[in-house]
């Protein structure tokens, strides 16, 4: 059976290469049954892929795109603001101290709208993002899968970051680690 482990670097997830390479290098040593075969590690860009596919050139569209729309908008409600802010600095020796304060609430008001407007454009951003990323993965997955089955590799690692994309069975020492545990039992106080 073929794990994924999909690498989001702005999430931080993926499992580093120390921890495999101390995994291959101590198997001989670990007992358990292996193939005779010598393990197969393949190397791929995993981003250089995900940037080529017709998924992750559709999520770059709709991120410039997005951001392009964003851009005029936040554009537009700054140059309000400003104009508010103009207007208060104008008249402030002319106008009543109401008439002041509620064009100061304005512009507090604009303020707040404008923080607003970015922040909720960033969640939409991050959720593009996000949408976008799990197109790739969709999309690339079962290639990757496809091509590590073909050419029989154990391992395939991103080459830009060590993380580990996809590796066998035959490469998980999870079960041996958790039967070693269980002879060793509770730790004594």
Avoid: C
């Avoid at 559709?58 to 104009?83: D, G």
């Avoid at 407007?117 to 991050?126: G, L, S």
């Avoid at 496809?146 to 020492?173: C, K």
């Amino acid at each position: 059976m073929v794990k994924n482990i999909v690498h989001m670097r702005k999430r931080g997830l993926g499992v580093r290469l120390a921890p495999v390479a101390l995994a291959v290098a101590f198997w001989p040593a670990s007992g358990v049954a292996q193939e005779d075969s010598p393990l197969k590690i393949g190397v791929i860009n995993i981003d250089a892929i995900a940037s080529r596919s017709p998924a992750g050139q559709q999520l770059r569209e709709e991120t410039l795109a997005f951001q392009q729309e964003v851009a005029a908008e936040l554009q537009i409600r700054q140059e309000a603001a400003r104009e508010i802010e103009r207007r208060v600095a104008e008249a402030s020796d002319t106008i009543s101290v109401e008439v002041r304060r509620a064009l100061e609430r304005e512009y507090q008001d604009a303020l707040t709208a404008f923080q607003r407007f970015r922040q909720d454009k960033q969640e939409e951003a991050a959720a593009l993002d996000a949408e976008g990323r799990a197109r790739i993965q969709e999309e690339l997955g079962p290639v990757i899968e496809a091509v590590q089955a073909e050419l029989g590799y154990d391992l395939v690692l991103d080459a830009r970051s060590a993380i580990v994309v996809i590796y066998s069975e035959r490469m998980d020492i999870t079960q041996l680690v958790l039967d070693r545990l269980e002879t060793i039992g509770p730790a004594n106080p």
